[in-house]
């Protein structure tokens, strides 16, 4: 019914900078919200960013002001800058899409970022 894929996720040194992209396609809603959660080993999985199709944000307070989270309603795709990284930012990154209307949530397959000192 909906797809996501991902990518961007790779190796960065501590101070560096990754961009993640998460494109969405199939029945798609025009109202929604999508955006990211990250697990790290033997931790739970958390709350990154997320945005909705009108463009509110929320961050979770390690992140805020070194992240940004936007999207482009046209592609149907949502990012996430990464800037200021640190090694306790290493995790698998999850792309969330969320429709507006009855439904489940959809997730991306994950994708690697690690963060060396």
């Known amino acids: 019914q909906v797809q996501l894929v991902e990518s961007g996720g790779g190796l960065v040194q501590a101070g560096g900078s990754l961009r993640l992209s998460c494109a969405a396609s199939?029945?798609?809603?025009?109202?929604?919200?999508m955006g990211w959660y990250r697990q790290a080993p033997g931790k739970q999985r958390e709350l990154v960013a997320a945005i909705t199709s009108d463009g509110s944000t929320n961050y979770a307070d390690s992140v805020k002001g070194r992240f940004t989270i936007s999207r482009d309603n046209a592609k149907n795709t949502v990012y996430l800058q990464m800037n200021s990284l640190k090694p306790e930012d290493t995790a698998v990154y999850y792309c969330?899409?969320?429709?507006?209307?009855?439904?489940?949530?959809?997730w991306g397959q994950g994708t690697q970022v690690t963060v060396s000192s």
């Open positions: 199939g029945m798609l809603f025009s109202i929604n919200v």
């Open positions: 969330l899409y969320r429709p507006g209307g009855i439904g489940p949530d959809y």
